[in-house]
């Protein structure tokens, strides 16, 4: 029976290749939206290695109203003034990059052997307890580390295993960004663009007062007391206004950036599968229609199965068949093409990402095409030989 | 072989009710070949579809065989026109889509033949009726003569005991309605087929060995 639906397929193969080209198109866009939606959930489940709960961040830019000095000044001021308040718990400083910031520095060399690549944030001694961050291994750093000899690093794990792979690299002295540097500690992840970051290697440096002055910052991190309220803000307003000498600031809070963050992705997530659903209803509608219409075209033919032997389940068999069979010539196509971008590293995703995005996307295709056929296959079956066999 | 006892088909409408055959008794022997002629719509085709399994009754006996029509279910029933029925038909019916081969091995799909022996048993049935060459032609390659024999090598092609042939020459000039009615008597002699055979056709009644006539639904002959 299966040389026989293929000798059919093949004998129409003119009708047959636009529906096998459909499907393999159907095929296609459902492989690259299912392997886009993948590779972003997957890192849903990698720490984002900070909270945001509770927390508000000061955007005071670069303070171009003040000199170094008078900056530092005020920088110290607005800390000890805003630890002041009751329901401030911890107050750390950051550079223009860090968390849903939307900018990112990034660094590397390859001096001594290291192959070192990351972004990092330049940040005060007590940004890592204002963002609730996890120090895994070694330590984080303390107000005693600011007349250090060395540049001080703490790095995420991604960042040691991509630059060091399993060796223990706690106080070692290595060069970073014309810097020797020290690495005191290891922190958990640190995906400070939102939960759809890609895991990648990320640093803190510890402001150098040589180097990295505190004037440098242009954020400020506030751990809040959980009773605090949006009227709280004004508070912190005031004192970062007389403080700091600027109207120019925005308070902002933590997990409303961190929700924007990852809406931006869900709302791509959400716009591709929409267009996926849409697809694959149109293919179903198509392959619904050209079944249809085929077996209205066919009735004789039926007619003429039914009376030399075929009973209604072997129609709905060969009907069902011949679409499954041009479906599974589509879909070969279709992954031989696909499994060409893992096989040959065409783009830096995991490989599994696209092999998923594969297997999805034939299933979803081997349903949508079952469904299709069964409905016009059974209304088939149902056709009356003897009056199909009047059809001509 | 096959017995008709007061056969009835009645087809109802929900404003009309037609009465398309009237109390139809007849028998036919094995080996013998029975024509039934009548105007259109005296319910010919009607008949042969009852005989054919591919229609039921209203009431009466329909005994094909050993056995009577209301011991099959849909699947026997199937089963039973794969392997003792064949089917010739007036507009042929071939699949344009399939090659002559693969029209004639149709039945046989049903049976669950090895393909090897699909192959040797259609090229026998097409050799018998002369179109051995034309194996691997379309039916869009073929006369009408030529098409017709075709679909008698896909009825014969599992050696059914009885063939059923609705207007076999119905639409084929005289020479070639001869041929086709040659090979018929051909396998009713030679192989003791058992053939039924509707036709407008006086003198390929004639040639049968039983004729029965129709009239609005009633045997008249």
Known sequence: ?392 | MIKLENVNKVYRTKTIETAALKDINFSVEKGEFLSIMGPSGCGKSTLLNIIGLLDEPTNGIVNIGDTSLPKYNTRAMAQFRNKQLGFIFQSFHLIPDLSVRDNVELPLLYRNVSGKDRKMMAEQALESVGLKNRVTHFPSQLSGGQKQRVAIARAIVGNPEIILADEPTGNLDSVMGNEVMDILLRLNSENNTTIIMVTHDENMAKKTHKLMRLYDGQQVA
């Open chain 1, 1 to 392: 029976m299966i040389k026989h639906i293929f000798t059919l397929i093949w004998n129409k193969k003119g009708a047959n290749s636009l529906l096998l080209i459909e499907i393999l198109l159907a095929f296609i866009v459902l492989f690259a939206v299912l392997s886009f939606v993948f590779y972003n959930t997957d890192r849903l489940d990698d720490p984002l290695g900070f909270e945001t709960e509770n927390r508000k961040y000061i955007r005071f830019g670069e303070l171009d109203n003040l000199n170094d000095s008078t900056r530092t000044f005020a920088l110290e001021e607005l800390k000890r003034q805003l630890l002041d308040l009751e329901l401030v718990e911890e107050v750390g400083y950051g550079h223009q990059a860090g968390p849903f910031s939307g900018s990112s520095w990034c660094s590397g060399n390859n001096d001594l052997g290291y192959q070192i690549q990351a972004c990092y944030v330049v940040v005060d001694e007590d940004f890592i307890p204002a963002n609730g961050m996890n120090i895994i291994e070694g330590r984080a750093f303390s107000e005693e580390d600011l007349n250090a000899n060395y540049q001080l690093m703490i790095g995420n794990q991604t960042f040691m295993k991509e630059s060091f792979g399993e060796k223990n690299m706690i106080d070692s002295i290595i060069p970073y960004d014309g810097q020797d540097t020290k690495i005191i500690g290891i922190m958990d992840e640190f995906k400070y663009n939102g939960e759809f970051e890609e895991s990648s290697g990320r640093i803190l440096l510890l402001r150098d007062t040589a180097y990295n002055g505190f004037a440098k910052f242009t954020n400020a991190y506030l751990k809040m007391d959980p009773s605090a309220d949006v009227a709280y803000e004004e508070q912190i307003s005031k004192i970062v206004q007389s403080t700091l000498k600027t109207s120019s600031f925005s308070i902002q809070d933590a997990p409303l950036l961190r929700k924007r963050a990852n809406m931006q992705t869900w709302i791509s997530i959400v716009a591709l599968l929409s267009v996926c659903l849409f697809l694959c209803i149109n293919v179903a509608l198509g392959l619904f229609g050209v079944l249809s219409y085929s077996i209205s075209r066919r009735k004789a033919e039926i007619g003429l199965r039914r009376a030399i032997g075929a009973h209604s389940g072997a129609i709905v068999q060969q009907f069902t068949m011949e679409v499954l069979a041009l479906a599974g010539m589509a879909l070969l196509f279709g992954i031989i093409m696909a499994v060409q971008i893992p096989i040959f590293d065409v783009v830096d995703v995991p490989d599994n990402v696209f092999y998923r995005g594969i297997i999805y996307s034939t299933i979803v295709v081997v349903l949508v095409v079952v469904l299709c056929a069964l409905y016009p296959s059974i209304q088939a079956s149902r056709i009356h030989p003897a009056t199909a066999l009047h059809e001509d």
